[in-house]
């Protein structure tokens, strides 16, 4: 009777924490930082090429508990960052394709981890430049490290992993939108 109701126990946890291929939910821009770019002075920019820089720490897709979440940008996440910044530049009207301003940079570390006790994290690092005419006029790595509580529970703490990497997004860029050499490099 306790060997069967051992190995129920463990059938449903296998169930909950069975390996699966996820999506990470579309951007949504943070109004903080759209309001940031608006009131910066800043000139009108376009967004060029973002790229991802291989390393352990730079995951895609992204490994949860034995699922695998996968951006929905062409299952990059170095077009993630990029299509974050193109939304945010754009509701801040400050987006222009004919800009001579080019945001360009790499993502290098971009990881959640969600342990079975405890809390979870994540961490996202990108390197963004910014050229004009030619010249580079800010070029440096911003990262951010971001914990939530989690759960034992894999039906509970993948979602919320999942849910939270635009959350860790916003704050990247929040990281960028704040810097005094960013607003001064894009005046």
Known sequence: MIRNGVFLVALWLATLTSGCALVAPHYSPLLENVQRLKDAAMQPAKVGNFTSTPDKGNANPISIRGSSLNSPYEG????????????????A?????????????????????????????????????????????????????????????????????????PIMVQKLLSELFTDPAFLQAVK
């Open 76 to 91: 990059s996440y170095a077009k993630y960052l990029a299509q974050a910044l193109e939304q945010e530049l754009s509701l």
């Open 93 to 165: 009207g400050k987006l222009s394709p004919d800009a001579q301003m080019e945001f360009s940079g790499a993502l290098q570390k971009n990881n959640i981890s969600v342990p079975p006790m405890g809390s979870a994290s994540g961490d996202l690092a990108a390197r963004f430049v910014i050229t004009r005419g030619g010249q580079t006029r800010y070029d440096q790595v911003k990262s951010i490290h971001d914990e939530w509580d989690s759960s034992f529970v894999g039906a509970v703490a993948i979602p919320r992993a999942q849910e939270r990497y």
